[in-house]
């Protein structure tokens, strides 16, 4: 079992930058791949990065590429997204997930999810 608890949500204006932190707790975090999705309201939740177990690789969505970094502490149990850059369209419920493919983009991949928190991108 791995419990997830996500923080570092907020409002910024456009240009701006967050850190995301997902928290995780129970054994064998390192063997898990770890990605963030983001759902806005009356939208699907969708894919944004993942890092692998022990964080030598990393996957992005198109739309993210080069303005957001992930990357992971596992002595901390902790995984990061850097958001920079931030665009209004990347208002959204961003959440964490634990699950094992590296280039998994569906949420039916992951088995482990947080609560989510709240970034919100003003023009």
């Known amino acids: 079992q791995v419990q997830l608890v996500e923080s570092g949500g907020g409002l910024v204006q456009a240009g701006g930058s967050l850190r995301l932190s997902c928290a995780a707790s129970?054994?064998?975090?390192?063997?898990?791949?770890v990605a963030w999705f983001r759902q806005a309201p009356g939208k699907e939740r969708e894919f944004v990065a993942s890092?692998?177990?022990?964080?030598?690789?990393?996957y992005y969505a198109d739309s993210v590429k080069g303005r957001f970094t992930i990357s992971r502490d596992n002595a901390k149990n902790t995984v990061y997204l850097q958001m920079n850059n931030l665009k209004p369209e990347d208002t959204a419920v961003y959440y964490c997930?634990?699950?094992?493919?590296?280039?998994?983009?569906?949420?039916?991949?992951?088995?482990?999810w947080g609560q989510g928190t709240q970034v919100t991108v003003s023009s």
């Open positions: 890092i692998s177990g022990f964080g030598d690789s990393t």
């Open positions: 997930a634990a699950g094992i493919a590296l280039r998994a983009v569906t949420t039916a991949s992951y088995v482990y």
């Open positions: 129970g054994r064998s975090f390192s063997t898990y791949t």
